[in-house]
């Protein structure tokens, strides 16, 4: 026995929903009977699949494990409820959107081999079968990894967007319709078949609480869907993935549907604390109630789930940030106080190696912020967060500090300090101590030291000197030039030390680096600072620092490497350092360690543009393009006129053969532009790509080619450009350039670099990349157990 139809008593499936007879709707709750009617199994259906077992049931019908016998491969073949399949017309729609969505040709989307029937009318399915298990099986073992989970829902927006650039809504995305393939791979099935169940009022049916679980506002209300209605499901698919259970809930189809439409979802960050709150915002968007605040498009929540899971995911090691001390002082002039107070017990802190600290460029985008406490937090990935103030007048000082257990919102402690600018030192370290103390950090006695260590002891030369790290950090030719006054007048009354050398090293260096003033002579006195810190202690690491920075311009790759690598070693939250060791990891094609490195940068500066897109350089020079591309445009959108950020998005942009959204960067006509490197550079690169010689040739003019001879990136950009154009002695001579600076990517020059086809077959190419090979292969600037530290 299998369902009886309660109007003319025809026996079905229990799955199914109709009659196959008459067509009526049966009451799922009533109706099931406790026999299953199986497909027969004793001869080919359709003549040609023979039926080997079955894989599972559900409203929308059986699917069978079979075998195509004609050509001899593993099929699924799915049946589709006799009610819906005898609906003519909507059998004839769901047939047309079924042949359109097999047209998809997609990884990430279900192939459909053929829809067919068999003898007695019943409409089936064949498509490939999968090795794996849905997402479903998936999910009801546990909650999955975050990095699992992200790249699930980056496959399924992959898939979508394929089949929303072809007009197609799948309108049924939900775990049971996410198989897992080999590796991981993801497939989406049965498009077009929630289509023909809405037109036959499945979705009024009891037995579709699993379904209505997914379904958008706007899907409940029966109202027109659009590809926004994919993107709330796959918000909720994520959802599930990451809390093990639905956003929305209810016993009953109806009061699921209240749910959906009334209630706001419980954070995810409630249910699992460890999940970035960018991520949480993300599936957030995805499940806003009204559309027009939704993701408009399956393509931009896909660019913000790329850039989670470039992000690296937080680490179980004890986090901070140390938030910008209000200045209660009457005296506005007193800010700088508060924030070089700040800035030190930042310093103190991220000498501890088992404490990740948030940089001071990051935790002062926080300054007068009205956020909560727990939204910073989780912006920023920490646990830990300290908050106080600061009132100077005059001599006497007075502070507050309190550390802030966000994780679980409660103080951990409290504290006020008062006192006169003389006690500021024994303050600062109160602070950190108690901070150790209260986290249960264990320190080494370098740690120790460090902590209590005061290089400046003079109260007023103190002041001095966190004036001038403020003025330096506005990184503004006037503020460098006050910033070089008051480490001046430091000296004046505590004499030279490590510290002032480094301060006054690294402004120089800042007027030459920024591009302020790119004169020879701030580099040579950023080495003299270096030169003199030594003099003082031979094994500085500000001295490596400042060393390695101006090493990083003169091409002395593998000596910056090791200068910088001595600084970080001891300063593991150097975002400056970080940076640039990145690059030179990177063009040195040491990319696993680079990529590595990529993911601490922004873990300690989470905010910092300029680190986000050194994490898209590490990637580009990886082959990594699109990833590049998406994570630099992240960037772009908050800073279009930033020229460097421009420049590299524009490359990135090409390199991943995105030359329309490439093209739509430039504005400006090549007439127009200025003699700056990182302007001209797309104008550039554009008519290489277009051929025009004539307009590249202008654009690659003098002060261009000088700008780029001395630096090794922008000698391998001309050389793209050149060979673009077919140029190839150009091309080759600029690379040549560039691999004397240091540039030794091997695998980059000779597979990676899209640009460089053109010249690939020379043999001058070739005899230069042998020689690459060789120096990239024994380039080992350091140990292995170093490497790995890394």
Avoid at 497 to 519: K, R, V
């Amino acid at each position: 026995m299998g369902l009886k139809c309660p109007k003319c008593q025809h026996e079905n499936p229990v799955d199914t929903l109709y009659c196959g007879k008459c067509g009526a709707k049966f009451d799922a709750e009533t109706d099931r009977t406790e026999t299953i009617k199986s497909h027969r199994i004793d001869k080919p259906i359709a003549g040609k699949y023979q039926v080997l077992a079955e894989q599972g049931r559900g409203g929308m019908g059986i699917v069978y494990k079979a075998k195509d016998i004609k050509l001899d491969r593993i099929v699924a073949l799915k049946f589709l409820p006799p009610g819906l399949a005898n609906d003519r017309e909507a059998k004839k729609r769901f047939i047309q959107e079924a042949k359109a969505a097999s047209g998809l040709d997609h990884a990430n989307i279900c192939t459909i081999y053929e829809i067919g029937d068999t003898e007695d009318g019943q409409m089936f399915i064949a498509m490939p079968f999968y090795d794996g298990e849905s997402l479903k099986e998936k999910i009801s073992q546990k909650p999955l990894e975050l990095e699992e989970a992200v790249s699930i829902a980056t496959q399924i927006s992959e898939g979508l967007s394929r089949a929303h650039k072809k007009g197609i809504v799948h309108r049924d995305i939900k775990p049971a319709n996410i198989m897992i393939a080999e590796e991981g791979v993801v497939k989406i099935v049965d498009f077009g078949i929630a289509k023909l169940g809405g037109e036959a009022g499945l979705t009024q049916t009891g037995s579709t609480v699993g379904t209505t679980a997914y379904m958008s506002p706007e899907q409940t209300r029966g109202e027109k869907m659009d590809s926004r209605s994919d993107i709330w499901s796959l918000g909720v698919v994520l959802y599930e993935m990451l809390t093990g259970h639905l956003p929305f809930r209810g016993e009953q189809m109806q009061s699921m549907i209240y749910s959906i439409l009334n209630t706001d979802p419980e954070a995810v960050t409630s249910a699992r604390q460890e999940v970035p709150r960018h991520l949480e915002r993300v599936i957030m968007k995805a499940l806003e109630k009204d559309l027009e605040k939704r993701f408009q498009s399956v393509d931009e929540l896909k660019r913000e789930l790329q850039i989670s899971h470039s992000a690296p995911f937080p680490e179980p090691k004890k986090s901070i940030a140390v938030l910008p001390f209000v200045n209660m002082s009457t005296d506005p002039d007193q800010e700088y106080f508060s924030d070089g107070l700040t800035e030190e017990i930042i310093t103190d802190l991220s000498h501890i190696h088992d404490l990740l600290v948030i940089s001071r460029s990051s935790a002062m985008t926080f300054k007068g912020s009205k956020k909560k406490i727990t939204d910073i937090a989780g912006e920023v990935h920490v646990r830990y967060v300290l908050e106080g103030s600061v009132r100077k007048a005059g001599n006497n000082l007075r502070i507050t500090a309190q550390l802030i257990d966000a994780e679980k919102d409660i103080h951990l402690w409290a504290e006020k300090y008062s006192g006169t600018l003389d006690d500021v030192f024994e303050i600062q370290e109160k602070v950190s101590q108690s901070i150790v103390n209260a986290l249960k950090l264990k320190l080494t006695a370098e740690d120790t030291v460090k902590i209590k260590e005061h290089p400046i002891v003079d109260i007023r030369a103190y002041e001095y000197y966190f004036k001038a790290r403020q003025e330096i950090y506005r990184a503004t030719a006037e503020s460098l030039r006050n910033a070089l006054q008051l480490i001046e007048n430091c000296m004046k009354i505590v004499g030279k030390n490590e510290l002032l050398l480094a301060s006054q090293g690294y402004a120089h260096w800042m007027f030459y680096n920024g591009g302020i003033e790119p004169d020879e002579k701030h580099l040579k006195k950023t080495e003299r600072c270096a030169e003199q810190i030594f003099k003082l202690n031979p094994d500085s690491v500000h001295g490596y620092r400042l060393l390695g920075l101006a090493q990083a311009h003169r091409g002395e790759i593998k000596e910056c490497i090791q200068n910088l690598y001595r600084f970080i070693k001891k300063e593991p939250n150097d975002s400056d350092s970080l940076c640039w060791l990145c690059l030179m990891l990177s063009v040195t094609g040491k990319t696993e360690m680079a990529l590595s490195l990529s993911k601490r940068l922004i873990q300690i500066d989470p905010h910092s543009s300029w680190n986000v897109m050194f994490r898209a350089v590490t990637l580009y020079y990886d082959r990594q393009f699109f990833e590049a591309a998406n994570l630099a445009k992240s960037i772009y959108e908050k800073n279009p006129e930033n020229p460097f950020i421009h420049c590299f998005y524009f490359l990135y942009l090409i390199a991943a053969n995105e030359f329309d959204r490439a093209f739509g960067l430039i504005r400006e006509s090549a007439e127009d532009i200025s003699d700056d490197f990182l302007i001209r550079l797309p104008h550039f690169l554009k008519n290489a790509i277009q051929n025009k010689k004539v307009k590249a040739f202008q654009i690659a003019n003098e002060n261009i080619k000088k700008a780029a001879r001395n630096d090794l990136q922008y000698s391998t950009f001309l050389a793209d450009g050149f060979s673009l154009l077919n140029e190839k002695d150009e091309a080759i001579r600029w690379l040549e350039n560039a691999v004397n600076r240091g540039f030794i990517h091997f695998r980059f020059l000779n597979e990676y670099d899209p640009f460089l086809e053109n010249i690939r077959g020379e043999e001058i190419f070739k005899k230069l990349m042998k020689r690459v090979k060789k120096e990239w292969e024994h380039f080992e600037v350091l140990e292995t157990k170093e490497e790995e530290k890394l």
